[in-house]
């Protein structure tokens, strides 16, 4: 049973930085691409970025140049670097997977996720 759990949410002020991590465990298959994605209240979850098998990645436009995602293949864990954060980041920062080479940042494309983290951030 895969399972997907994200850490590292938290309260911070505008300009401050996170580091997010997600721990996957309960799968074999070595194949495979994940992401970032966040929603806020009220609105719709939007992707932040993915990495695929081979380590390549791909930004949604907004969030290039502050969040950076990177992954470490022994851990199974994939992480998201936030920096000089701002308050309409404020949102639940979820992971996601799917067991392919190559990932896209649609939301439906993603059959497994984690539960999430909360990430406010205060002016």
């Known amino acids: 049973q895969v399972k997907l759990e994200e850490s590292g949410g938290g309260s911070v002020q505008a300009g401050g930085s996170l580091r997010l991590s997600c721990a996957a465990s309960g799968y074999t298959d070595s194949s495979n691409c994940m992401g970032w994605f966040r929603q806020a209240p009220g609105k719709e979850r939007e992707g932040i970025a993915i990495?695929?098998?081979?380590?390549?990645?791909i930004y949604a436009d907004s969030m290039k140049g502050r969040f950076t995602i990177s992954k470490d293949n022994a851990m199974n864990t994939l992480y998201l670097q936030m920096n000089n954060l701002k308050p309409e980041d404020s949102a639940v920062y979820y992971c996601?997977?799917?067991?392919?080479?190559?990932?896209?940042?649609?939301?439906?494309?993603?059959?497994?996720w984690g539960q999430g983290t909360q990430v406010t951030v205060s002016s």
């Open positions: 990495i695929n098998n081979d380590g390549s990645t």
């Open positions: 996601a997977k799917r067991f392919v080479r190559y990932c896209s940042l649609r939301t439906d494309f993603f059959p497994y």
